[in-house]
């Protein structure tokens, strides 16, 4: 699959907003990773949420190694879930591409992938740094 228009993020990015806090949902944190990096200039981030960073990070070294995986950004938030909703649904309005293929390390089909040039990489994480604080 590949990033969806504007218009149509928009209008999920709304009624994302308009819903209440699941009560699954909670405090933890948000992390951005560099997954790798293909053809020189293009990179493949990922955004997840968790309560344990360390455990997490842990795990996908585990289920799909990858050896250019990089802690880039992290940031603590009262709902991780409804976080991390909103940003994927942001970050694939300003992203290459939203791909969502069988990941040739692991065969699993990732949806939390973003490619990126990586001279948007700055402005990426300081887009995080912006924007997170109002979303909750
Ligand atoms: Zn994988």
Redesign the pocket.
């Known amino acids: 699959m590949v990033k969806r228009p504007t218009t149509f993020l928009d209008s999920l990015i709304t009624q994302r907003h308009l819903r209440p806090e699941s009560v699954a949902d909670g405090p933890g944190e948000v992390y951005f990773l560099l997954e790798k990096v293909i053809a020189g200039n293009i990179i493949v981030a990922k955004l997840g949420m968790t309560t344990d960073f360390d455990r997490r990070f842990d795990e996908h070294e585990r289920?799909?190694p990858?050896t250019g995986r990089l802690d880039l950004w992290r940031k603590e938030v009262p709902y991780r879930r409804r976080t991390e909703a909103l940003l994927h649904l942001y970050l694939e309005d300003i992203c290459v591409d939203r791909p969502r293929v069988i990941?040739?390390?692991?065969?699993?089909k990732?949806i939390e992938l973003f490619k990126f040039h990586s001279n948007q990489l700055q402005s990426v994480l300081s887009f995080l740094d912006s924007l997170v604080p109002s979303l909750t």
């Open positions: 289920i799909c990858q990941c040739s390390s692991c065969g699993r990732h």
